[in-house]
């Protein structure tokens, strides 16, 4: 599969709470990382989503948003993966951070230069990557 997105988890549904409108899954990698998705209940029926079937999950890099050092606040994004900047790659206005992830997954956030350099990012920096549920793309094999 060739898809622009940097971010595609593969792994199983391993929850699905469902609703008369809209539907929360989570997708769940080898290595146990947890992705939370919205769909609409269409979606669910349409894809065939089920516990235990093989599903991706697909994020783009520019709705990732990364929080440094100690967190002053709680959010409201379902998906808030603790990890490690793993790769910095600068361009003339954004950089693209590669956070690795405990389960072996890695995330790709696309931020400006500006807000890496405010936060302080380099290789080893211990960072959240947070994402609304709603951003998050479910696809199953053909």
Not at 55 to 65: F, I, Q
């Amino acid at each position: 599969m060739a898809i622009s997105a940097r971010n595609v988890f593969k792994g199983k549904v391993t929850e699905l709470k469902e609703g008369p409108i809209n539907a929360e899954v989570e997708i769940t990698t080898a290595g146990g990382d947890k992705i939370v998705a919205m769909l609409t209940e269409a979606s669910v029926k349409s894809l065939g989503l089920d516990l235990g079937k093989d599903a991706v999950a697909v994020v783009k890099s520019p709705w990732v948003t990364l929080l440094a050092g100690a967190p002053e606040y709680r959010f409201s994004a379902r998906n808030q993966l603790a990890g490690t900047v793993s790769n910095l790659l600068k361009g003339g206005v954004n950089c693209q951070v590669t956070v690795s992830l405990p389960g072996g997954s890695s995330v790709s956030a696309m931020i400006t230069n500006a807000a890496a350099t405010d936060l302080a990012l380099a290789e080893g920096t211990p960072v959240v990557a947070l994402f609304k549920a709603s951003h998050v793309l479910v696809g199953v094999p053909a």
